[in-house]
């Protein structure tokens, strides 16, 4: 069946929540600023009529006033935001259970078994956007699309451009629409991976999705083919309100002792998680194909954060090639909130008899490899060897391995 998935982003949600509680702002260029006293304080959202005069997110309010110098400046009410974002979470809620906060402004909704209970998707979304204003004064922009990231480039180059804030993406108009913009328009290039397209000669996105795709995943392994997607509207992840509970699936999860927030530190524990995943794998005797990630956000009241999975080519039980493809997702889905949980997941499980030899692949060596590996974890422990990133401070490593009585799940 084909599926329909909603993206609801709030325009400038801040400043929008900010303007709503305090109409006296109604027409007036509105920042929220981290110090409005300071001129070296850092704008963290600004209002349409502020934008208007060319002020932008995360320049100084010293830059900001200079451009519009009558501009209202408001201090953060960061609870108060996750409050109405909560709210808003409640009020999608009434359309669909498959709700799932993106970030703190954003979140995915599958209506595809609603439809029959609320119109068409077309209704659904006005009726959304009709509710949200009502209750909370954001405006709602909404992207259309029969998967997650036709929903998220629906929103971002067309919905949140056009008066009515709602555009639909498909394999109907993706042509038409999408395939003329400039690659940095697709959702999850950013200036980097920009440059590297255009250096092959790839400008927009629909030259990236005629781009064969062996060539990019020659070039970039799964992210190749991630990216080769993307151009070509194709994406298979769900939708998941419980992230953790996938059945036939093996998996490990942590709750960090406090916000991990650097990149680097995040890493060290996917990779530790991974290692988990490919040594229950490998106990089991068996190989997966599907790797998933979820992550949640530091608070616990405002779920953030995402799950993703990602088919890699064959079947592994090792926790690097977990690992990279773990983290290739990732790379593109951190939206750089503070995170607080993990967990790593290899499914789509097949005994590791049948397994296919892959010509492109050292399975054999690094089957020999991982045997002896878990023979010296057997032998001496868990932290008698372990890999380079693990001595770090974040290493969630030996603290675990004191708690682990073997509960692969
Ligand atoms: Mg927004």
């Known amino acids: 069946m084909t599926r329909e998935i909603f993206l609801v982003d709030i325009q400038t949600f801040y400043a929008s929540v900010e303007k709503a509680d305090h109409p006296e702002f109604k027409d007036k260029p509105l920042i929220v600023a981290g110090d409005p006293k300071q001129r070296s304080g850092i704008v963290l959202a600004a209002d349409p009529v502020a934008k208007s005069y060319g002020i932008k997110t995360a320049e100084s309010v010293g830059q900001a006033l200079l451009k519009c110098p009558q501009a209202v400046l408001v201090r953060p009410r960061m609870q108060h935001y996750l409050d109405i974002s909560l709210l808003i979470t409640q009020i999608l809620k009434s359309f669909t259970d498959l709700v799932e906060p993106y970030s703190v402004d ?14 068409t998707s077309d209704e659904i979304a006005r009726t959304i956007q009709k509710k949200i204003m009502k209750d909370t004064g954001v405006r709602a922009r909404i992207g259309i699309g029969t998967n997650k990231v036709l929903a998220k480039m629906a929103c971002d180059n067309f919905a949140k451009k056009n008066t009515a804030g709602i555009f639909r993406l498909d394999q109907n108009n993706i042509e038409k629409c999408l395939w003329p913009l400039p690659i940095r328009a697709m959702f999850s290039v950013g200036s980097h991976m ?3 397209l255009i250096g092959m000669g790839i400008r927009t996105v629909g030259m990236l999705a005629s781009t064969p795709v062996e060539l990019l995943r020659k070039r970039w392994g799964i992210n190749g083919v991630l ?4 151009a070509n509207g194709i994406d298979s992840s ?3 309100v419980h992230t953790y509970d996938r059945p ?16 680097k530190d995040i890493k060290t524990i ?4 991974a290692e988990e995943v490919a040594r229950g794998a490998r106990a089991k005797h068996c190989r997966g194909n599907i790797v998933s990630i979820g992550v949640r956000g530091a608070n616990f009241d405002h779920p953030t954060g995402f799950y993703r999975q990602i088919t890699i080519f064959h079947t592994t039980s090792f926790g690097m090639d977990i690992y990279h493809a773990a983290s290739i997702l990732f790379d593109r889905f951190w939206d750089r909130q503070p995170i607080r949980s993990i967990a790593v997941t290899l499914s789509g499980l097949h005994s590791d008899k049948e397994y296919q030899l892959s010509l492109f692949d050292q399975s054999e060596k690094k089957e020999k490899l991982n045997a002896a590996i878990d023979a010296i974890h057997q032998k001496y422990g868990r932290t008698a060897l372990f890999r380079g990133p693990s001595l770090r401070p974040s290493s969630q490593l030996r603290i675990r391995s004191k708690k682990i009585g073997g509960h692969w799940k």
Do not use: C, M
């Not at 998996?251 to 916000?259: E, F, K, R, S, W």
């Not at 996917?270 to 998680?273: G, K, M, R, T």
């Open 106 to 119: 954003e979140q995915f909704l599958d209506i595809t078994g609603s439809r029959h209970l609320f119109g």
């Open 194 to 196: 920009e440059k590297h």
């Open 227 to 230: 990216l080769w997607q993307t």
């Open 238 to 240: 769900p939708v998941t």
């Open 248 to 263: 036939k699936a093996i998996g490990h999860n942590i709750t960090l002792p406090y916000d991990y927030v650097y990149e």
């Open 270 to 273: 996917i990779l530790e998680l």
